[in-house]
């Protein structure tokens, strides 16, 4: 099965910023939409941000409109989540999604999924 690989993950103060990227080695993601997604422990994995395979459609949940941005580059089979204004409570695991339904993915009903890459935001 397709691997998809998160990075960037770490510790910031809150306010502050952080980049995370996802890779698709050997697979190509050009067809997939793409989205991160969220888990506290014990929670079930929330929806963050999603975009369609040609970058073209971006979606978003409320409560990160306007400080994620979540961004594409199909030639090098990566994903990004550029995260701005971080919050406490979004320390998390971030978790890197791929499927061939953008309403599906924005679900949670991915085809491929990463190991996540935790998030820690101090207050």
């Known amino acids: 099965q397709a691997q998809l690989v998160e990075s960037g993950g770490g510790l910031v103060q809150a306010g502050g910023s952080l980049s995370l990227s996802c890779a698709a080695p050997g697979r190509t993601f050009s067809n997939y939409a793409m989205g991160w997604f969220l888990q506290a422990p014990g929670k079930e994995r929330d929806f963050v941000t999603a975009?369609?395979?040609?970058?073209?459609?971006?979606y978003y949940a409320d409560s990160v409109k306007g400080r994620f941005t979540i961004s594409k580059n199909n030639a090098k089979n990566t994903v990004y989540l550029q995260m701005d204004s971080l919050k406490a409570e979004e320390t998390d695991v971030y978790y890197c999604a791929a499927g061939r339904q953008m309403r599906a993915l924005g679900y949670g009903l991915a085809d491929y999924w990463g190991q996540g890459t935790q998030v820690t935001v101090s207050s």
């Open positions: 975009i369609s395979g040609s970058g073209a459609n971006t």
